[in-house]
T-cell receptor, first 113, second 113 residues
């Protein structure tokens, strides 16, 4: 089955700096790669996603890149703000239409004002 | 549009007991997935239901079971509770067509004493 690895497990940056979180996956059949943000006491919320036919996607301060050959994808947050502090999860989905989303272990991002 | 609703929010049980958790998906969503979240293991996929049928299953023992009703609401049951079952149980709903965003509830925090 799919195995998703995520690094780093914790990340601390100064407000205004950039943050990068990286994930690798094992199943070359994976086609869908979402990123979720989880704040304390809440469930994960989708912040951006990318499909295997796209190499990069951007939404304001957030961007995701995908390298299918190397089987890795990354989340980039620019101009970080204190409200970006949360746990971020990458995920990969292999089978469609079955929902079988496999998640990375998470990255706790802290943005210091 | 109401989000995914999970009840109860908190549960305390003792070893050997059983527990039932409930999830109401977003209106119109036919797929409900369940995840177990622990600090050490991250988000682990339990199973997915679509149109009252279990469509996919993760690597959990048979003590973990679920079902889905005709209105897409889902329940998850854990029998013969063990200390290691203490976790946040998250439910996520989607249309069920694959490669699409999951909408998570806030979870049920289960503590087994």
């Amino acid at each position: 089955g799919e195995n998703v690895e995520q690094h780093p497990s914790t990340l601390s940056v100064q407000e205004g700096d950039s943050a990068v979180i990286k994930c690798t996956y094992s199943d070359s059949a994976s086609n869908y790669f979402p990123w979720y943000k989880q704040e304390l006491g809440k469930g994960p919320q989708l912040i951006i996603d990318i499909r295997s036919n796209v190499g990069e996607k951007k939404d304001q301060r957030i961007a995701v890149t995908l390298n299918k050959t190397a089987k890795h994808f990354s989340l980039h947050i620019t101009e970080t703000q204190p409200e970006d502090s949360a746990v971020y999860f990458c995920a990969a989905e292999t089978r469609s239409p079955n929902n079988d989303m496999r998640f990375g272990a998470g990255t706790r991002l802290t943005v210091k004002p | 549009k109401a989000g995914v609703t999970q009840t109860p929010r908190y549960l305390i049980k003792t070893r050997g007991q059983q527990v039932t958790l409930s999830c109401s998906p977003i209106s119109g969503h036919r797929s409900v997935s369940w995840y177990q979240q622990t600090p050490g293991q991250g988000l682990q996929f339990l199973f997915e239901y679509f149109s009252e049928t279990q469509r996919n299953k993760g690597n959990f023992p048979g003590r973990f079971s679920g079902r889905q009703f005709s209105n897409s609401r889902s329940e998850m049951n854990v029998s013969t509770l063990e200390l290691g079952d203490s976790a946040l149980y998250l439910c996520a709903s989607s249309l069920g067509q694959g490669e699409e965003k999951l909408f998570f509830g806030s979870g049920t925090q289960l503590s087994v004493l």
